[in-house]
């Protein structure tokens, strides 16, 4: 049995049972993280008419058709209660970052010290490329955002935390960034007009690994919080301007784009050797299931899952008022809660007793 001096035993029973280390420990990342949010809010009226617009003077022959897809703007609150997630689950959050179109969501309290909104045009290499509605396009300038940290998580709004976590959950102390593969593998083909936008993105990325490194990939990633480094992003475009401002130009989603954030930063930094592959308790879930409400239970009750998405793709004729009705009880069910980052009103609105 290992021996502990007196004096180190009634410290430590001075501060609470334990012994304090006389530095920090060297598997304890010290370098901040922050979170990136991309947001839309497809029924503000402004909005959808800047949409309509730049839709309307589309060349259909280059853009994806489902990029056109309502679903792609739907917003169900998913952003409140992700958020909610993070301050029950992911508090070592320094910083988090939404990124909008001009918009707001009315229940953000915009004053949190921890909460800044940016707008597409304090980010975009070129604002006149701006209006565009592709998220590849949007995610390809996140690494522009002012004060961001060297390591951050980028997240869509349909991401969840499900259980307390650590950074060294994304990130190793040593300042590498993890990446999770999914067991779906990509086709060795080359691009066909079948691919869905995930699909055709991944393909672009990996031509592009292939010419950069002379290797290759053969599966997607989970669509989980991407952990991203800055520096990294920042050395890729300034080796390939020309890609970043190509995916940026594009106004909706195109065969040609590449996923920046989510999947080709984590091959190149891997590639770097700035990266390396991480274990992660994940679920999806596709909002168009027909047994969705089991699903959601399922989840609910889970206690092996760090984070969750729940995803839409398309949903069918009729089907969105029971969905949004399953995933609203879903939501205050399982984050009932308000966080600090919804307004004083809306927070005593719905936790009265507070």
């Known amino acids: ?65 489902s990029s056109l897809s309502e679903s792609r703007f739907i917003s169900r609150d998913e952003l409140k209660y992700s958020l909610r997630s993070i301050e029950y689950y992911a508090s070592w959050a320094r910083r988090i970052f939404i990124v909008t179109d001009g918009q707001i969501p009315p229940w953000l309290d915009v004053d949190h010290p921890k909460i800044t909104v940016v707008d597409h045009r304090e980010i975009f290499s070129d604002p006149n490329l701006l209006p565009v509605f592709n998220s590849h396009a949007i995610e390809s300038q996140l690494h522009h955002i002012p004060g961001l940290a060297d390591r951050y998580l980028y997240l869509n709004d349909d991401c969840f935390f499900l259980r307390p976590t650590d950074p060294e959950l994304f990130f190793t102390a040593n300042g590498l960034a993890k990446h999770f593969r999914s067991v779906v593998p ?63 130009a594009s106004p909706f989603r195109s065969p040609e784009d590449v996923s920046i954030p989510s999947s080709l930063h984590h091959f190149d930094a891997f590639a770097r050797g700035r990266s390396i592959e991480g274990q992660i308790g994940y679920q999806f879930v596709d909002l168009k299931e027909p047994d969705l409400e089991l699903r959601l239970l399922r989840v609910a009750r889970r206690t092996d899952l760090d984070v969750f998405c729940l995803n839409e793709t398309a949903l069918g004729e ?22 600090s980052f919804e307004r004083e009103p809306d927070r005593l609105r719905q936790n009265p007793c507070g």
């Not at 180190?8 to 304090?20: S, T």
């Not at 060795?188 to 950069?212: F, M, N, V, Y």
Request: aromatic share 8%; glycine share 4%.
């Open 318 to 339: 009729g089907a969105e008022g029971a969905v949004n009705q399953l995933v609203s009880r879903f939501f205050e069910s399982r984050f009932p809660v308000p966080s």
């Open 186 to 248: 990509i086709d060795i083909g080359g691009w066909s007009p079948r691919d869905l936008p995930i699909i055709s993105a991944a393909k672009q990325g990996r031509e592009h690994i292939l010419t950069k490194y002379g290797r290759t990939f053969t599966h997607r990633y989970k669509h989980t919080p991407h952990p991203q480094l800055r520096p990294v992003l920042e050395a890729m475009e300034l080796e390939d301007p020309q890609m970043f401002a190509k995916v940026a």
């Open 1 to 65: 049995m290992d021996y502990i001096e007196p004096t180190i035993w009634e410290h430590a029973l001075r501060n609470d049972a334990r012994i304090r280390l006389p530095a920090p420990h060297l598997r304890v990342l010290q370098e901040p993280v922050d979170i990136v949010y991309t947001w839309v809010d497809g029924s503000d009226p402004e909005w959808r008419a800047r949409m309509c617009a730049s839709r309307d003077n589309l060349d259909l022959r280059t853009t994806e058709p």
